[in-house]
């Protein structure tokens, strides 16, 4: 099998109400879309989805890397997936969400040739899996407003953005338990945005409000930090920020600084390196979630197989398109609230129009 053609395209989407995190507000996202062709007619579809102050990349650099990547890999194997990985990594350090849509395309075409849906050639045997939605920063109120929404239309676990002051953030945390009552499960992601400190003021009041865990509290390099918070909390702790390649949850199981690992395809370099990740966390005993950025259907779509295949993959964070929504890009899975179920299709299961 042969790589015959590779085509890039940027796509914008818009956020149906505008997004506050820790250090930003959102209203969109772009990505670069990625259709590779072989000669044995089998189309792969992958996605880009940057997220600069996270990645490092952005979708500029996205193209002209993608370019350079597509001279050296039309005519080589898209199964070699292994060998794919080399050439990029040997070509640019980081990049990893362009590194992410080339290696999600081989996957699609390589579970579609094997004709399974991709978590099936992953080696799972379940399609349903659930998702928490997340819930932006706001006024301790209007989060407790969405919170309930969201709890109306079916979600069972809510992931809260914190991360400013801690006396806002723990009237923020008090209003939505009270909102949502008891029976939700809410985990809370302060985006690095609190202290060692800050984290172990608030962690009784997470603690009294049977919070589930507790996502990033430091900054990303602060890995002594979250070791810090992890001794001093029976709350799990999760490393997302901190945790990018396979070296760096390696860094962080051996120092056992989390309980937890968040995976996102783009922050890793796609399926190949998540799997590395997910193995390296298993083996030390570290759970992980698997977590999306501003991307459409298609990426999403390829983290939620990689995650119904993964037993230790145990939490689910792949929600971005329960706030967009695009008709060019189709199919995939179908959800009721947080409750996806993936679509039994070759491949990752998605129709791309027009592309
Ligand atoms: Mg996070």
Redesign the pocket.
């Known amino acids: 099998m042969k790589i015959t053609d590779i085509t890039m395209q940027k796509a914008q989407f818009a956020f149906n109400k505008p997004f506050e995190i820790a250090f930003t507000v959102l209203y969109g996202f772009e990505t670069m879309v990625l259709r590779i062709d072989t000669d044995e007619g089998i189309t792969g579809y992958g996605e880009a989805g940057p997220l600069e102050y996270v990645t490092g990349d952005n979708l500029d650099t996205c193209m002209v890397i993608a370019g350079q990547f597509r001279e050296k890999l039309i005519g080589m194997n898209p199964l070699a997936i292994q060998s794919i990985h080399r050439i990029m990594d040997g070509m640019y350090h980081g990049h990893t969400a362009v590194k992410a849509a080339f290696d999600i395309a081989c996957y699609d075409i390589a579970a579609k040739r094997a004709g399974l849906p991709l978590y099936k050639f992953l080696g799972g045997d379940d399609p349903c899996l659930e998702s928490d939605v997340t819930i932006g920063i706001g006024t301790p109120q209007s989060m407790a407003e969405d919170c309930l929404s969201w709890k109306k239309s079916g979600f069972n676990i809510l992931k809260i953005k914190l991360g400013h002051d801690i006396e806002t953030d723990a009237e923020r945390i008090k209003a939505v338990r009270k909102a949502v009552g008891d029976d939700i499960v809410l985990r809370v992601?302060a985006?690095q945005g609190w202290s060692v400190k800050d984290t172990l003021q608030i962690e009784p009041l997470l603690r009294q409000l049977k919070i589930e865990l507790i996502?990033?509290p430091v900054r990303d390099f602060d890995f002594e930090g979250l070791k810090e918070i992890k001794t001093g909390t029976c709350l799990p702790v999760i490393a997302?920020?901190s945790c990018h390649l396979p070296q760096d949850a390696l860094r962080l199981c051996s120092m056992r600084a989390c309980d937890g690992l968040?995976i996102k395809l783009m922050k890793c370099g796609g399926i190949e390196k998540a799997i590395r990740i997910n193995a390296i966390a298993e083996a030390a005993g570290v759970f992980c979630m698997l977590?999306c950025m501003g991307e459409s259907v298609i990426a999403n779509t390829a983290a939620m197989h990689l995650a119904a295949a993964m037993k230790n993959i145990s939490k689910i964070d792949l929600d971005i398109t329960f706030f967009s929504h695009c008709d060019w890009i189709t199919g995939g899975f179908t959800s009721e609230g947080g409750k996806i179920t993936l679509l039994d299709e070759p491949g990752i299961g998605i129709r791309v129009n027009g592309f």
Do not use: C, L, M
Request: aromatic share 0%; net charge negative; proline share 0%.
């Open positions: 992601d985006n996502e990033q997302d920020e968040n977590g």
